[in-house]
């Protein structure tokens, strides 16, 4: 969809107006406008008229009558739009039964209009031909239903103001305004006036161009927003609140400054206890602007609107949010780029919006907090993935419908795996300036547009040469993720890995065919990497690795979600030296190390999973140990000692 800047719009549709007035007559209703009716009473799947492809959204103008009390809203939706059928006979919009349609004007005529099963019909006597412009009118009332994350506008209240708010995905914008809810037409741009109470302030997309004085001491907050917008992303919210705005200065922009509007309940104390959290999205926008692009909405804002709601919704420039945490502010700005930028395609392909926000989060401890933050954070989210065995983070259209929207939100497939993914194709690549590099043609190409998770891959193997086609049929389609065992042995000949995977949902993805690490360290003190392919369920490699090998680490870094199953060694008993025993094995509580070498002065005892992941270590010089392991899960450990350049291991089983 190309822009089309607003004065030109204008200026077209003003001769478009004159053109296309008629004089249409009460009581007008097209044959097939009936047939939909009786065809959508029933359903609860996602079936909307295919009228509403018959025209293209340019603009849409917001005209509303709001207050932080209610949820009550009333006023003027005009829809400025282009006729892409061969020709328009019917104007069909969305919007709850439950509201009332007080008159529907197209090109300024005053129209029939039939209201059922939460879309509308306008029946037109004389069609507009295809590429003519036009405009809707809908005047409206009404207090819709709410309760519930994803109600369209909910009212509550926070440090002692009354607020009310709109969250319209994926399926609630026709809760609250009349819309066209099709992700593939995002409007050009969009205006969105707010009347309310004189006390009030009301928040919105774009930048605030007026406030303007109306009847009956109330204000009139007129955003304007010249940037491609889908239908879910256009919100508001309305409460006494106080404007706190700071600015940060990408790069990119050379010295310029981009503001961040929030506006914050006008409470005592709620700035100072909000404004760290609040400050610190300058630096969030300055290092995502040098990750990703330049922060895709720079001539207008960024900003944020406090609400009660429990998280975030990130509302195009001015995201509602329930709190400042360093997680939520960093996820919800991240959708400016990916959602709302560029905005997934399908409701089956949300890891467009939601793993790369997420991932997103994941790159803001990686590059602000440090290793550590960003190594707890991913052992998090493939912890949450690895929760269940299953599950795919494409969500299957069948399963995408009105009374299943969790499913499609749903946190550990398409927030942690989707982030997973993007973590996965980070190591594949071996390349950062690579993936970053992917990350800004796949924004440059599909900016200000909607894409697909196939669109994403298109672009990743352009732009890498490499083809990911396997990947993306085992992790974004398929389902479930690997166990790797390894049965190792060396020798005066080198070392010899045979490597066995298998899958925790064999029936719909039975291998994983991708890359591994292993870290090897050795009995003097010393390690290695070695990057191995899983081609097969079960590989064999013959290794020119002749130094004695005390351990092997499986996916040292924590980049793939895997899990270890076996280790198991078979080494000459004349390669490998013993210098503890360990009583008893299997252990409950305890366990007790003995060792023969009485001229160390200090040995370092840690216990390791599978994985070759530390989960506790202890200092002793004594030839008699005992380490407490009673708040260990029952399972396989390796106790690795350390003394100066020499590691010794052994492998025990806690029981409970």
């Given amino acids: 969809m190309k822009k089309l800047f607003l004065s030109t719009l204008l200026s077209m549709l003003g001769i478009a107006l004159f053109a296309q007035m008629h004089d249409y007559s009460d009581g007008l209703q097209c044959s097939h406008v009936k ?29 509303l009558n709001v207050e932080s009390n209610t949820i009550y809203v009333s006023g003027e939706v ?34 029939t209009v039939i209201h059922t099963t939460d879309e509308a019909f306008v029946p037109l006597t004389s069609p507009i031909g295809s590429g003519n412009l036009f405009t809707a009118k809908i005047t409206y009332h009404g207090t819709p239903p709410t309760g519930g994350f994803f109600s369209g506008i909910s009212t509550g209240s926070g440090w002692g103001k009354n607020v009310t708010w709109t969250l319209a995905e994926p399926f609630a914008a026709r809760d609250w305004w009349p819309t066209k809810q099709v992700l593939e037409d995002k409007a050009d741009s969009v205006w969105i006036f707010l009347t309310t109470s004189e006390e009030n302030m009301a928040g919105s997309n774009g930048l ?21 917008i889908d239908y879910y992303l256009i919100s508001f919210a309305v409460s006494d609140y106080q404007d706190y705005s700071i600015y940060a200065h990408p790069t990119e922009m050379a010295g310029d400054s981009l503001l961040i509007q929030n506006f914050i309940y006008d409470s005592p104390g709620c700035l100072e206890n909000y404004k760290d959290g609040i400050d610190q999205t300058s630096e969030f926008v300055e290092l995502f602007s040098d990750l990703f692009s330049l922060y895709p909405f720079h001539e207008e804002k960024y900003g944020h609107c406090l609400t009660p709601l429990g998280g975030g919704m990130e509302h195009q420039t001015m995201t509602t949010i329930g709190g400042f945490g360093f997680g939520l502010v960093a996820h919800e700005l991240g959708h400016m780029w990916f959602g709302d930028h560029v905005t997934c395609a399908t409701w089956s392909d949300i890891w467009i919006n939601e793993g790369f926000a997420t991932y997103s989060d994941y790159l803001a401890n990686e590059f602000i907090l440090g290793s550590g933050a960003a190594a707890s954070k991913m052992q998090g989210i493939h912890n949450s993935v690895m929760s269940q065995p299953g599950g795919s983070t494409y969500v299957p259209p069948a399963e995408v419908t009105y009374e299943n929207v969790w499913r499609i939100f ?14 996965m194709i980070r190591f594949e690549l071996q390349d950062d300036d690579l993936f970053f590099h992917v990350l800004h043609d796949y924004l440059d190409i599909y900016g200000d547009s909607v894409a697909t998770g196939l669109d994403f891959m298109n672009v990743l193997n352009e732009t890498s040469g490499m083809d990911f086609t396997d990947f993306f049929n085992q992790w974004y389609f398929g389902e479930g ?3 790797y065992s390894i049965e ?52 064999n490699f013959s290794l020119p ?11 040292p870094g924590n980049w793939v979600l895997n899990q270890v199953g076996s280790i198991s060694v078979n080494i000459d008993e004349n390669f490998v030296r013993e210098d503890f025993t360990i009583i008893p ?16 002065n200090s040995r370092e005892i840690s216990i390791l999973d599978l994985s070759g992941s530390k989960l506790k270590s202890e200092k002793t010089n004594l030839l008699q140990y005992s380490i407490n392991i009673a708040d260990l899960p029952s399972g396989s450990y390796i106790c690795l000692v350390t003394s100066g350049e020499n590691q010794y291991f052994k492998k025990f089983v806690k029981v409970d």
């Fill in 545 to 555: 690795i002749t130094k004695q090998v005390g351990l092997i680490q499986v996916d």
């Fill in 481 to 483: 993720y690997p166990t």
């Fill in 585 to 600: 094995n299997p252990a409950k509580s305890r366990l007790n190390l003995l060792f023969t070498d009485n001229g160390i």
């Fill in 35 to 63: 047939s939909f009716y009786n065809s959508f009473k029933s359903t609860k799947d996602i079936v909307q008229t295919p009228l509403l492809n018959d025209y293209d959204v340019k603009f849409y103008f917001l005209d």
């Fill in 410 to 423: 749903d946190s550990r497939l398409s927030y942690s795996k989707g982030a997973a993914i993007l973590h």
């Fill in 488 to 539: 190792w042995s060396q020798n005066d000949g080198g070392m010899f890995m045979e490597i066995t995977q298998t899958s925790s949902a064999p029936s719909v993805t039975p291998l994983f065919k991708m890359l591994m690490r292993y870290k090897l360290l050795f009995y003097d003190g010393t390690d290695t990497i070695i990057q191995l392919y899983q081609t097969e369920n079960v590989n």
């Fill in 78 to 111: 005009t829809f400025y739009a282009e006729v892409v059928a061969a020709e328009l006979d019917t104007f069909a919009f969305e919007l709850l039964e439950q509201m009332t349609i007080d008159e529907v004007e197209i090109n300024g005529i005053q129209q």
């Fill in 208 to 228: 605030l161009t007026n406030i303007s004085s109306m009847p009956g001491n109330k204000l009139r907050y007129e955003w304007k927003s010249n940037y491609p």
